[in-house]
T-cell receptor, first 114, second 115 residues
Framework: GNSVTQMEGPVTLSEEAFLTINCTYT??????LFWYVQYPGEGLQLLLK?????DKGSNKGFEATYRKETTSFHLEKGSVQVSDSAVYFCALSDQRTGRRALTFGSGTRLQVQP | SQTIHQWPATLVQPVGSPLSLECTVE??????LYWYRQAAGRGLQLLFYSVGIGQISSEVPQNLSASRPQDRQFILSSKKLLLSDSGFYLC??????????????FGNGTRLTVT
């Protein structure tokens, strides 16, 4: 079945540091890939997405590139801020399974210190 | 614009009591609807999803059930809560068209503590 693997957290960085959160996936076909962010006590918000190989999703300074050859969708940001502290989830949707729901990774907590 | 409402925000219930969590969506028709659970320090587990009124798909056998009595209303229920039902419950919706590429839009969640 489909699965998503994320690096374990917490990831602790100083403000303005470079961020990478790794995400790899296993899927039966050619999934769409998503990154979501969850701030404390809130639901999840869509951060960015990519629907086919080599697509790059970007939003709010975050980027992720759909790499079919390495089955990866790593999240990056060049300079993090304290306000980026949150839990980040990688997710996929695979049409071939016929399952109209996203499969999520376990989440990676990011802590940015001033 | 579309909005999703989920209530209550927090709930403390004793073991063996019933549960009813409600979720409504406004500003769209015939959405796909979802219930996820997030256990403490863990990822999201899909519990139920629905592609139409009265159509419920259950992902895992459990102590919970879901119903969709109206197009934009999704209810999560239990007749008798267990301690293991504690967690953060999230309702979400997505567009029916191109649903495999459509993102999910989440409510703010309900934090359930079973004591």
């Amino acid at each position: 079945g489909n699965s998503v693997t994320q690096m374990e957290g917490p990831v602790t960085l100083s403000e303005e540091a470079f961020l990478t959160i790794n995400c790899t996936y296993t899927a039966t076909g050619y999934p769409s890939l998503f990154w979501y962010v969850q701030y404390p006590g809130e639901g999840l918000q869509l951060l960015l997405k990519a629907t086919k190989a080599d697509d790059k999703g970007s939003n709010k300074g975050f980027e992720a590139t759909y790499r079919k050859e390495t089955t990866s969708f790593h999240l990056e940001k060049g300079s993090v801020q304290v306000s980026d502290s949150a839990v980040y989830f990688c997710a996929l949707s695979d049409q071939r399974t016929g399952r109209r729901a996203l499969t999520f990774g376990s989440g990676t907590r990011l802590q940015v210190q001033p | 614009s579309q909005t999703i409402h989920q209530w209550p925000a927090t709930l403390v219930q004793p073991v063996g009591s019933p549960l009813s969590l409600e979720c409504t969506v406004e500003g769209t028709s015939n959405p796909n609807l979802y219930w996820y659970r997030q256990a403490a320090g863990r990822g999201l587990q899909l519990l139920f999803y629905s592609v139409g009124i009265g159509q419920i798909s259950s992902e895992v056998p459990q102590n919970l059930s879901a119903s969709r009595p109206q197009d934009r209303q999704f209810i999560l229920s239990s007749k008798k809560l267990l301690l293991s039902d504690s967690g953060f419950y999230l309702c979400a919706w997505s567009l029916t068209e191109r649903s495999y590429n459509s993102p999910l839009h989440f409510g703010n969640g309900t934090r359930l503590t079973v004591t």
